[in-house]
């Protein structure tokens, strides 16, 4: 295996009655490590972080050496669940290790966890903020997650920018009240008035602040925005919008994920950056890719399916747009439930060349995000997409179909795109 320039003879000395014996260990130190928790693993895992550990010096990360070596090795940490290679994409703000990075971390701890020479301590990080936001929205009531028992809750609210004209969502963060209950939170921009009106008496009729959901908002929207823990800030292509209309009010989706019997209280910020239409030159339409006609059955380890759409119908049927010609994805996420395993979405053009849209190997459902491209990557809508999912049902006794619950599975794309003839 390749080793860094670093890479150390550690001479250790095993005493054995009268007689000492070298035992030489070759492998990589603390100095070659430590960059790479530097720069993937500081900023959830320092105090007041998400992380339920420190690793952010020499001695707080030694005694978790084997958890990290497992970790890194399977993939689980950091959670960044698209590759990141360059096989399929490459994406900003990427968290994926390269194979050099794994074997340099997983070497490390199998050589003993030298030292080397380099200082134990790494720099702590800030937060990033969005420092720029127009509107800072939350629910004017607080929410007190987990009623009746529950260890998971999802809760939309509804939240009022007042807008008196279209805007444009070009930015966005999340500021949970109680980092370790926040799970992630899903946005969503109701499509018209009608659809404005039903979110509201969702809201008016259900007890509390907020109403219950799950998968959607319970009412005709489009998929504006998508936050998870680790994430700070999100920043959509210069000059890209999401629209918000007039009077349209914004739903925030959040799951809760309780850890303990602990009452917790909640009234999350969602801080935002609504552009003038003068600062769009493109408005983004995220839209779904579905593979909704399967049928798992039970027993299998890993039961795969593929369905193949037409580009064009999905973006008309998910995304409420009616449109012929090229565009432009600037990123993409999958959804699955609880027993999926993996999943792939390929773009297959008339002349049969295909251009991978995401690639999703190891699919882990509480760490499910969205994921921007450093490159937009261009089809047409003649295209036909080939959506592929796999699930694990060795612990089921039925077959697993699409659905709403937990119990149920679901193979979806999440897809922002760009239109590249629109206004022509």
């Known amino acids: 295996m390749m080793r860094s320039s670093l890479s150390l003879l550690a001479v250790l000395v095993a005493c054995q009655g009268d007689k000492a014996e070298p035992i030489v260990v070759d492998g990589p ?143 966005w963060e999340v500021v949970p009240d109680n980092v370790e209950i926040a799970h992630h939170a899903t946005i969503f921009v109701p499509v018209d008035t009608q659809a404005a009106e039903q979110v509201r008496a969702l809201d008016e009729d259900d007890e509390g602040p907020g109403y219950t959901c799950f998968g959607d908002a319970r009412a005709q929207a489009t998929l504006g925005a998508i936050w998870s823990p680790g994430r700070d800030v999100y920043r959509l292509p210069d000059g890209v919008g999401i629209r918000v209309g007039a009077g349209i009010p914004m739903v925030m989706q959040m799951h809760f ?96 060349e295909e251009t991978c849209i995401i690639d999703v190997p190891r699919w882990d459902y509480f760490w499910h995000n969205i994921y921007f491209y450093e490159e937009p990557v261009r089809l047409h809508t003649d295209d036909t997409i080939r959506a592929t999912c796999s699930w694990n049902t060795t612990g089921m006794s039925e077959t697993t179909i699409w659905g709403d619950d937990l119990t149920d599975e679901m193979c979806a794309f999440l897809i922002p795109a760009v239109l590249v003839d629109e206004g022509k």
């Open 29 to 171: 130190t603390w100095d070659e490590v430590a960059p790479i928790f530097q720069e993937r693993c500081v900023h959830c895992h320092q105090d007041g972080a998400v992380g339920p550990m420190r690793l952010d010096s020499f001695d707080a990360t030694v005694p978790y050496g084997d958890l990290i070596r497992t970790a890194v090795v399977e993939r689980t940490m950091p959670p960044f669940l698209a590759d990141g290679s360059g096989d399929c994409n490459t994406y900003t703000d990427s968290e994926w290790l390269s194979d050099e990075e794994i074997a340099t971390v997983a070497d490390w701890v199998d050589a003993g966890m030298l030292a080397g020479t380099a200082e134990g301590q790494l720099d702590t990080t800030e937060p990033e903020r969005l420092e720029d936001a127009t509107h800072s929205l939350y629910s004017p009531e607080a929410y007190t997650p987990g009623g009746g028992g529950l260890t998971d809750d999802w809760r939309c609210f509804v939240l009022e920018p007042d807008l008196e004209e279209d805007r444009f969502l070009t930015a």
């Open 257 to 352: 994920s309780l850890p303990d019997d602990e009452v917790y209280v909640d009234q999350s910020r969602f801080n935002v950056v609504l552009a003038e239409e003068s600062d769009i030159d493109k408005e983004l339409h995220p839209f779904v890719l579905m593979n909704d006609q399967f049928e798992a059955p039970p027993g299998e380890e890993n039961y795969e399916h593929t369905l193949e759409v037409n580009l064009g119908d999905q973006l008309k049927m998910f995304g409420n747009v009616d449109y012929e010609g090229e565009i432009e994805l600037v990123g993409a996420g999958t959804h699955m439930h609880l027993i999926g395993t993996s999943s792939n979405a390929t773009a297959v053009s008339p002349d049969g």
